[in-house]
């Protein structure tokens, strides 16, 4: 995978700036409630001044709800609630603004933007700028074969990273990061347990669609397989999202990276937006200070990863609907933090 020099995102990625994270804590000691009175809203305000290198914080004024959308081989084993192929019905919805996540983004204002990387499904059945980035027509079956060669992983991955400058350029300054997929769990899972070490039962959880006891020991069983392809990889990052992840994952973890460079905020949402933060951890250990978790969506491999990066989830509404929603739901919580900080009175 030649021209991808991943050890450069350990000396590009730089921590939120802890001089005005002090500056932001000072303040708030003179502004407002006493101090620990607001619980984690404090926390929050002080970490997007950080974020954004000033105090007062700014008003989160451009978010954008950013979907990766993609199909997995593995689908076809019959380990999601969806069916192989069915993503592109979910981008249709989103696109159409009848699904959960486009509902919410109207409601808070916030900008919604559809990246197709892996459907399977005719390019021109959707829009071009949709489409433009698409590495392929549907992922490899994990639990027999690589998910992405290693030209389409590269491509894969760079997709993201351009995805991230063009928002960061066009003004965004928060981004809530989700996926459409079916099978995506399953490609999920299988990220964690190799990169933690774990066995498949213990992240092996019920997707989004919710799936019944006889779907879940095939989704046990196709990451148990898909764990032997992964771990002899676990060294080299692409290779390991070649083998295991696929064209929307990798896409998701190229994006992570880089927008942890350009200083963009980011929500994770659900397990398969939390396997992408782990692997690009494991490429630069800072990244994960430049994300929150938005939720807990209740799977076992989510709650393994968000441990491992030492995030601890916003909310916990039992939502598992994917797509984003989950950490949608925590947008208002960030924008109110920083209110809060910004506009609050000193104290008399």
């Known amino acids: 995978m030649s021209g991808l020099n991943l050890d450069d995102f350990a000396t590009l990625i730089e921590r939120p700036d802890p001089g005005v994270r002090r500056d932001a804590e000072e303040r708030r000691e003179r502004f407002g409630p006493r101090p620990g009175a607001l619980g984690r809203l404090d926390e929050l305000g002080e970490w997007l001044a ?3 290198g000033a105090v007062p914080v700014k008003p989160v004024e451009r978010p954008k709800v950013l979907l990766f959308a993609g199909d997995h081989g593995v689908a076809s084993l019959g380990v999601s609630g969806g069916p192989k192929g069915g993503a592109v019905e979910l981008v249709r919805a989103a696109l159409e603004g009848g699904s959960a996540a486009a509902i919410l983004a109207r409601r808070f204002g916030a900008g919604l933007r559809v990246v197709d990387m892996a459907l399977d499904c005719d390019p021109g059945e959707l829009p071009e700028d949709v489409t433009r980035h698409r590495v392929r027509r549907g992922s490899g079956r994990i639990d027999r ?17 351009a995805i991230a400058d063009e928002e960061a350029d066009s003004g965004t300054d928060l981004v809530v990061l989700g996926d459409l997929s079916v099978g995506g769990t399953t490609a999920a899972g299988t990220l964690i347990a190799a990169l933690c070490g774990t066995d498949a039962s213990v992240v092996t959880g019920r997707g989004g669609a919710g799936i019944d006891d006889l779907a879940w020991m095939r989704k046990c069983a196709a990451i148990r397989d898909a764990l032997r392809r ?13 083998a295991s992840g696929g064209a929307d994952l990798a896409a998701i973890t190229g994006f992570l990276l880089q927008s942890a460079v350009r200083r963009t905020p980011v929500i994770l949402d659900g397990v398969v937006s939390a396997a992408c933060g782990l692997v690009a951890q494991r490429v630069a250990f800072r990244a994960p200070d430049w994300w929150l978790a938005g939720q807990s969506s209740g799977d076992p491999a989510q709650a393994k990863a968000l441990d491992r990066m030492a995030l601890n989830p916003l909310l916990d509404h039992g ?4 797509e984003g929603t989950g950490a949608l739901l925590a947008l208002p919580l960030v924008q109110a933090a920083a209110a809060l900080a910004a506009e609050l009175p000193e104290r008399s």
């Open 145 to 161: 074969e690589d998910a992405l060669t290693a030209e389409e992983a590269e491509a894969a991955f760079r997709a993201g990273m």
């Open 230 to 242: 992964a771990r002899p990889v676990l060294g080299d990052q692409l290779e390991l999202l070649a």
């Open 50 to 52: 950080a974020a954004q």
């Open 319 to 322: 939502v598992t609907v994917g």
